[in-house]
């Protein structure tokens, strides 16, 4: 354990099978906190599963879960109440979204599944999780948007994904201002390109890598652990006054 930043919080994060979704489960584990993690991918989910069980780690998970389907949204949170008794903490790091120009955009195969896989996910979770959070007294919600909802992608297709990271961005602040009455804090972070399982094959593409790097004011690709100890701030006690903000954590990638 890093620390006991976090003692006493349970947390809910999506996607803990890889990537963000991993990288914050076991980040605020190792500050103290109880975490249920959830993931549509059985054996990664399990895997993570097992990385926290070395560590000796306060983590378990629902998997397999479709975060694009209701019931098992509230299954994962129905299932957390009843071994914790409530949660403090929602983070919305599961994520689909497909790469294509505009010209190759297929509308359902690309564009609705990104809009879901994207934009679906943040309502469902915070829909499901909002009851609980009020009968907790309040809680704090961490969605994702992206670099890509403040400026345009400089090397791959990312119509749709822009749309849905925008979309999160939006509705973040629409939720923190409806949380307001009930000390529900509603924050996003918006990375520029993490190092993941999924981002890994486009990384891979001739000249990609160097043409994000060129947009970088620290010339290297983040990697989750990154953004997890940006998000263990932002779900703890420490940013009680802190709502309705966006955080672009992203290596100088949008302040240019």
């Known amino acids: 354990m890093l620390s006991k930043r976090l003692q006493g919080k349970v947390a809910i994060v999506t996607g803990t099978g890889s990537g963000i979704g991993q990288g914050c489960a076991l980040m605020f584990a190792r500050h103290g906190a109880r975490v249920m993690g959830c993931d549509i991918n059985a054996d990664a989910a399990q895997a993570t599963l097992d990385q926290a069980r070395r560590e000796e780690l306060a983590l378990d998970s629902v998997y397999p879960c479709d975060l694009t389907s209701p019931a098992d949204v509230e299954r994962l949170m129905l299932c957390t109440a009843e071994r ?59 969605n994702f ?35 307001g009455p009930h000390n529900i804090r509603a924050n996003s972070i918006s990375p520029a390109m993490i190092v993941t399982g999924a981002t890994r094959p486009e990384l891979e ?26 998000a263990t701030y932002l779900v703890s006690d420490e940013a009680s006054w802190v709502t309705g903000a966006d955080f672009r954590i992203d290596g100088g990638a949008t302040a240019w």
């Not at 990104?114 to 919600?141: H, M, N, Q």
């Not at 593409?205 to 997890?228: F, S, V």
Request: proline share 3%; hydrophobic share 45%.
């Open 145 to 179: 948007a992206s670099a890509n909802a403040h400026v345009a992608h400089p090397v791959a297709g990312a119509l749709a994904h822009c749309a849905g990271k925008g979309g999160v961005l939006a509705m973040t602040r629409q939720l923190a201002c409806e949380g």
């Open 84 to 142: 914790y008794g409530g949660f403090d903490v929602l983070v919305n790091a599961a994520a689909f979204g497909a790469f294509q120009f505009i010209e190759q955009l297929d509308y359902e195969r690309d564009w609705k599944r990104t809009l879901s896989g994207e934009l679906d996910v943040v309502f469902l979770g915070c829909k499901a999780a909002w009851p609980y959070f009020k009968r907790r007294g309040g809680g704090s919600i961490v």
């Open 205 to 230: 593409k001739p000249g990609y890598t160097e043409a994000i790097l060129d947009k970088l004011m620290i010339k290297r690709l983040g990697q989750p652990e990154d953004i997890a100890w940006f």
